[in-house]
């Protein structure tokens, strides 16, 4: 199988495992010593188990159907490092039914370990104004 089937195969595992709100089948795509930065809340994560308990978070503030959509999905490879970089819409429904989302920036690092392609590093991010200082939500790409 190819570097970039592989790491295709990566990205589209790690979307179903969001799709079904499957945080051990997210958290398995993730190297042990992942540094993450999210965001919301916190300016980084080090390591599985700091990042785990972010998205069992993130996902139980979704109490229904929710949307992970990637768009412009470019990566590559030499060796055993990678990186990636697309534009991904993340929405979820809360318990009175309302959806809320946006899309958002993403980068990812990846390390070939164990004969397997892992998420090294990961940066999602939303513009903001600097003059107002607000988060620009309403973006489309």
């Not at 920036?105 to 998420?119: A, D, H, M, N, T």
Request: glycine share 10%; proline share 3%; hydrophobic share 40%.
């Amino acid at each position: 199988m190819s570097t970039t089937t592989e790491l295709r195969g990566l990205i589209d595992t790690w979307v179903a495992a969001n799709l079904a709100k499957n945080l051990d089948a997210i958290i398995e795509h993730y190297a042990e010593d992942v540094l993450a930065f999210d965001a919301i809340l916190q300016l980084q994560f080090k390591g599985r188990a700091a990042y785990r308990a972010h998205w069992q978070m993130c996902l139980e503030m979704c109490a229904g159907p929710t949307t992970f959509d990637v768009r412009e999905l470019e990566q590559e490879a030499s060796g055993e490092l990678g990186f990636g970089h697309f534009l991904a819409h993340c929405a979820g429904t809360d318990a009175e039914g309302k959806s809320q989302g946006c899309w958002l920036r993403v980068s990812q690092g990846y390390r070939k370990q164990g004969g397997r392609w892992l998420i090294a590093h990961e940066h999602f991010s939303v513009p903001f104004d600097p003059e107002s200082g607000q988060a620009l939500f309403g973006l489309e790409p």
